[in-house]
Nanobody
Framework: QVQLVESGGGLVQAGGSLRLSCAAS????????MGWYRQAPGKQRELVAI???????NYADSVKGRFTISRDSAKNTVHLQMNSLKPEDTAVYYC?????????WGQGTQVTVSS
């Protein structure tokens, strides 16, 4: 069973930056990808960014050029550096670990961007 612990959310003004981190433990083998999704109030959960086991990355169009995902394989951790934040980035951000046809989710961390 994979456990995910997220950190780094908070309140920031528009144009500011935040860095999210997610540490994985327990059964962390066979990873296909790891990354971040987000869910704003009244909206569906959506992909933000993922990094594959081979190091490839994929970003939502809305965050390209502003967010950067990175992975520390030795620490089984992924980071999401979020720059130039906008009010529309406000959401609960969830870490996701995908392997063997199943995704594991963290508890979520709130990111609030004030205008």
């Amino acid at each position: 069973q994979v456990q995910l612990v997220e950190s780094g959310g908070g309140l920031v003004q528009a144009g500011g930056s935040l860095r999210l981190s997610c540490a994985a433990s327990g059964g962390i083998f066979g990873m296909i990808y790891m990354g971040w999704y987000r869910q704003a109030p009244g909206k569906q959960r959506e992909l933000v960014a993922i990094v594959t086991s081979g190091g490839s990355t994929n970003y939502a169009d809305s965050v390209k050029g502003r967010f950067t995902i990175s992975r520390d394989s030795a620490k089984n951790t992924v980071h999401l550096q979020m720059n130039s934040l906008k009010p529309e980035d406000t959401a609960v951000y969830y870490c996701n670990y995908y392997k063997a046809g199943r995704g594991y989710w963290g508890q979520g961390t709130q990111v609030t961007v004030s205008s």
